[in-house]
Structure formats: structure tokens, C-alpha cells
């Protein structure tokens, strides 16, 4: 497996869990008797590892326009 798509799936699953953790501490949610540092944790990384994902996509669409003259090393 390449390591981008092993970084990109890594992402998306951290992503997925910290949105999860979100839920703690909120009023009307599902785990409203939970620590609230622990929704503020997982929102905030959710919401970085979302951000980190845009800056790769957009890493690797430029990279394909830029090498896409080259032939392939394989």
C-alpha cells in the first residue's frame, strides 16, 4: 500500500473518531454526561484533521497537473 493512501485512511478514520468524541458534553446528544474538555478535543481535531485532508488533496491534485508530462518511474 502506497504511504499517501495509508496517511489518507489514517486521516479519515482520526477524522471519523474525533467527530464521534464531539458528541461529549453537549446538551440533547447521546453522551450528554461526558466530559466537555472531550467534545472541545474531538471538535477541534475533527475539524484539523478535515483541514489536513483539503491541504493533501490539493498537494497531490497539483502534483499530478505538475508531473503529468513525466512517464511513470514503474
Known amino acids: 500500500m502506497h504511504p499517501t493512501l ?10 471519523i473518531v474525533l467527530f464521534v468524541l464531539s458528541a461529549s458534553g453537549q446538551a440533547g446528544r447521546y453522551w450528554e ?3 466537555g474538555w ?3 478535543l474531538g471538535w477541534i481535531g475533527g475539524l484539523l484533521c478535515v483541514l489536513l485532508l483539503i ?5 497531490w491534485v497539483i502534483s499530478r497537473i505538475r ?3 513525466r512517464p511513470s518511474p514503474h
Not at 491541504?55 to 498537494?59: C, E, N
Open 67 to 69: 508531473h503529468r508530462d
Open 55 to 59: 491541504v493533501s488533496g490539493l498537494y
Open 6 to 15: 495509508k496517511s489518507t485512511i489514517t486521516l479519515i478514520v482520526a477524522a
Open 33 to 35: 454526561s461526558g466530559p
Open 38 to 40: 472531550l467534545g472541545w
